[in-house]
């Protein structure tokens, strides 16, 4: 049965979300569909310009993580000078970049799913949305702005400008920490760890009510896929890539990141624009594999840091091997804010950290540089290549949504197929098509807001491909 | 003596998309030596605004609207429910942050949203010949609204 | 030149009296006064040229503008130096630059360093009523230490003076007319085979934007310095005497 699925105009242009669910000739779900579209204007925009404008380029391509790509696209930088950073900087660098993660779990986990998580899933649709988780747990709001805000106020601190800071540059930072600004983020971390501590202990209390979800978001085999530090510990600035089976035998181990393109290739489909990556070895759509907070978890031998460490020992006693239901994204991304806080500090409190040497000096000395990191929601790839006078020729970018696309659209069936029967879309079953989108997080492009806020639709559709249902959400 | 907030917001490398900024970085001129006006610009509008929000008695959104014509300036008063609660999106709207603030401090403050219909949302930082032209009377149509609060 | 020769001038800027050297341009006059008139292609050390016609002033008498900076005074000259008309005209001039080429601050070496970007903030310049030309230009990168960006230049052709007059190499110049035109190197060679090329780097640190920079900065890092400039000019002129 073939059938062409309309992508409109404005749909084209940005990345607002569409899912489509279609349905056998019983009536049941045969397949979903989760479409987004990544905008790719800034490959061609970047042609001819120099390789050193790319990090502030990208940071422009989304509103709410820019710093994610902003390193991202500083280490790629690096990789084109082929030079060390000084560990300053890159010990800086890895600071900025848990704040951001820090600010960007505290926005998934306390604005967009506590509805979900506090009120339930079948909670009156008019009340579960934050304002009535305000009515129940007042307290909630205002931690998750604080958190928000402790990220916000030590990028602002390391980096001097609250949009976009360009502190982040090829070779390191450009201005070194100093001791006022490093004692300030100091702290704050106190309170960030301790309020995700506490809502973490919250989050635990309440997850038995969620049997069905568990069982059934995501839920099913896959590969996971992250960075590791050389102990194999939870790194998200610099590390090595590992990639673990659902059994949680690890089938790649300490692989340079340099050559991610030897691991994974990405796989096209006609009804939608965001490509599939998959491991290679495993081939498409088999070598399918999950990124973000609960790969992570998955692929580390430990944290690294106390707290996280002893939470991480109770994380795994979820199952014998790795956690399998994307359900528990969500808890592990309140052990990441844990972590975060913790590492920060570690971090902060290294004799070095007040070093003025923090930036490498150089011109290219490669034609090609790949940059690696952890951003919030997965591993975050930026790879460019220049020419001789270091003028960028191509750019590819493998963003954390991506990896996710083939496992994400795997896990909206099986919540469709286990949720959704009927020729009507209903309250509760689509909020919990939704609510498996909001486990992953996934970025949709919403680098004009503008238009990223239409609204979301979802369609149902019958076997002959006839539009039974359409819900605008949003 | 009101206290007034003014946030323009918007991707300032997707041409239109950034008239919100463009608009906050000017009145932030015009505004400079008044006592009791502030003006912020951000990317997106996010929920620890609300922090800020709890201190002003009125808050001025400016923000770039895909619908209608382009270049079309509307002024909408805020609604005392929030219209668009994000479900998947990170990034909000000002009803919803109005009423987040009212509910998280206690406070009422007086909202209303500028905008101004965009037409070019490519790579790019300059505005389309239509919003480009409007933005004057739409920094002016806000001076006017704003001096009229202090009337 | 003898100083029994100087004539001295009497003359108003803005219903201010002042005077002056008979010989000297209206803009010299208003600097030392402390009279802020607005340029983009004069600088202190290089000798005037009107290309930019920011500093358009108007004179009593003439239903014309006049560049300050190319114009002398006369006995008896009133001159005014702010006007709405003069202040529509040059907020005109730096829309119709922005709108030549791409100029994308926010990813620009020069983004708060650049002469072009503050007048248009002093002019109060909001928005650009032209449509954009954005031709998309090639980056000349060849040079080993500097990097030459057309996309970001005004063609104030301070470059090709400070060569010329100061570095004595005349690297550079004009090419084509109107918007067609564009600085170049030698005969149009890439900057790095350029062979008259000292790689003083006087023209990048006179460039108003980041139209010419200093390979190995990162965005917002381009700071210039031209307080050399006066020194220098005093110096060389003293070596000619």
Known sequence: MTRQIKIDPITRIEGHAKISIHLDEQGFVDNAYFHVTQFRGFEKFAEGRPFYEMPSLMARTCGICPVAHLIAGAKACDDLFAVQIPRTARNLRRVMNL??????????????????????????????NIFGVLKEFPQLGKEGIRLRQIGQQIIESLGSKRIHPSWVVPGGVNAPLTEEHRDEILSHLPEAKQIAVKTLEFFKSRIDQFQPEIKTFGNFPSLFMGLIDSEGNLEHYNGLLRIVDSAGNIIVDNYDTLKYFDLIDEAAEPWTYMKFPYYKD?????????????????????????????????????????????????????????????????????????????????EPNSFDGIGVTEAPRGTLIHHYRIDENGLIKWVNLIIATGHNNLTMNRAITQVAKNFVHSDNLQEGMLNRVEAIIRAFDPCLSCSTHAVGQMAMRVQLFSPDGELLDELKRG | MPKTLIIGYGNSLRRDDGLGIAAAERLMEIFAEQDGIEVVAATQLT??????????????????????????????EISARPDIIPRLEHSISPAYIINLTKKLYNTNPHAIVFSLTGKEFGLGESLSEKVSNQLGNLIEGIRKYIEGLYQ | MSPQTVKIKTLKIDGIDLSARGGETILKVAQENGIWIPTLCNLDGLSPVGACRLCIVEIAGSPKVHPACVTEIYEG???????????????????????????????????????????????????????HLIENHRVDASHDRFLKDDNRCVLCGRCVRVCHEIEGAHTWDFMGRGITSMMITDLNQPWGESESCTRCGKCVHVCPTGALIEKGVSVAEMAKRRQFLPYLKMMREGENK
């Open chain 2, 47 to 76: 929920p620890e605004l609300a922090d800020k929000i709890k201190n002003f008695t009125e808050v001025v959104f400016i923000d770039c609207s895909v619908e209608g014509e382009p270049g079309e300036i509307a002024m909408n």
């Open chain 3, 77 to 131: 000259m009133e001159v005014i130096t702010q006007s709405e008309r003069l202040n529509r005209y040059r907020r005109m001039i730096i829309e119709l630059l922005y709108s030549e080429r791409a100029h994308i601050c926010a990813v620009c070496v020069s983004n708060g360093h650049c002469e072009l970007q503050s007048l248009a903030k002093v002019l109060g310049v909001t928005s650009i009523r032209f449509p």
């Open chain 1, 99 to 128: 704040a951001q993660i820090m600010q960007s779990h505290a926005l998934s986990f306390f604005y967009l799913s506590s509805p979900d998580l506090l009120l339930g899933m079948d909670a009156d649709p008019e009340t579960r």
């Open chain 1, 282 to 362: 495993m081939g498409y759509p088999q070598g399918m594999y999950r990124v973000g907070p609960l790969a992570r978890l998955n692929i580390i031998d430990d944290c690294g840091t106390e707290v996280a460490d002893k939470e991480l020992k109770e994380f795994r006693e979820i199952s014998k091997g790795p956690v399998l239901s994307s359900f528990y994204y969500h808890w592990a991304r309140l052990i990441e804010i844990i972590f975060s806080a913790e590492r920060m500090e570690q971090l902060l409190l290294d004799s070095d950290i007040l070093s003025k040497h923090v930036r490498a000096h150089a």
